[in-house]
C-alpha cells in the first residue's frame, strides 16, 4: 500500500458540529485512513458555536500573518487547531474576525441566512490553499464535502494547477444531500471577479445545486453519498467527464475507499 497525504475539507467535522451525515463521515473518512497509514489532516472554518475551551483549540502561531484578499479586501487569516478525541487527527480551523465571529454557522438565531455567506465561502477556499503552502505539505488527495467550500476546486484548477504545492494532487467531491434554500448574495460571484476567475459570472447568486454544478467540473471523481444527492450536479459531472462513484459502501468498507484514492493515480 501506497501512504498518502489526505486532506478532507468540510464546513460539517464531528465532534465540532451538531451530529449529521456529513459531519459523521467526515470524521470516519479520515479516521479510517489514518487507522490505514495514511498521512491525514482536516479542515472546516471555525463556527462561533464551536466551543473552544471544551474542544481544546488553540491558534497556530507559525501560522499566522497570512491576509487573503476578497474582493480587494485584505482579511487576516487566523489558523486554529485541536486533536480529535481517540482518532489522532488534527483539525484546522479556519477563523477571522469579521466572517467567523458570530455565534451561528451560516445562519443566525432566527434561521436567517447570512447577508455574507458568498464571501465567508471564498474566504474559506482560498484560505485552505493559503494554509497549506504555509505548511508547506503537498497533498496527494483532497476530499471535499458541503457547498461551502465549492470554490476550492475552482481555483486550485485554475491558479494553482503548475503550484508544487498541489502539482498532481487529485480532487474528490462527496455529494450528500446537504444545501441551503434560495441563493447566495453575490459575494462569492464578485470576489472570484476580481481574481480574474473565469465565468465568474455563473457564481452569481448561485442555487445550492447550481454551485455544486460549477464545482464538480473541476475535480477528477465524485462520490454520491445519498440517494437525495442533487441530480442536477451528478448530471453536471457525467457531462463534464468526471467519474461518479456510488460512495455509500465507502461508509462500512473502509478498504473500498483506500483502493477508490489508490485508483485515482493509475
Known sequence: ?????????????????????????????PKKMNELGHEIRAFMPRFGLINERRH??????????????INDYDQPLVIKVASVPGARIQVYFIDNEDYFKRKGSWEDDKGVFYEDNGA?????????????????????????????????????????AEDPHFA????????????FKGCLDDGLEKGMAFDGVKNSELFNQPTADSLYCQALRSVDAVLEMSDLAP?????AAKEAGVPV?????????????????????A
Open 56 to 69: 481544546q483549540l488553540h491558534e497556530v502561531i507559525r501560522l499566522s500573518g497570512i491576509n487573503v484578499v
Open 1 to 29: 500500500m501506497t501512504k498518502r497525504r489526505i486532506l478532507y475539507v468540510s464546513h460539517e467535522i464531528k465532534p465540532y458540529f451538531p451530529e449529521g451525515e456529513m459531519a459523521s463521515m467526515a470524521l470516519a473518512f
Open 231 to 235: 441530480a442536477a450536479a451528478i448530471a
Open 120 to 160: 465567508r465561502s471564498l474566504f474559506f477556499s482560498k484560505s485552505i490553499i493559503e494554509t497549506i503552502k504555509k505548511l508547506g505539505w503537498q497533498p496527494d488527495v483532497i476530499h471535499i464535502m458541503g457547498w461551502m467550500s465549492a470554490p476550492l476546486p475552482v481555483y486550485l484548477r485554475q491558479f494553482h
Open 168 to 179: 498532481g494532487t487529485k480532487l474528490v467531491y462527496s455529494l450528500f444531500e446537504n444545501g
Open 245 to 265: 462513484h456510488d460512495g455509500r459502501p465507502f461508509m462500512e468498507q473502509p478498504a473500498l475507499l483506500d483502493a477508490f484514492y489508490e485508483s485515482l493515480f
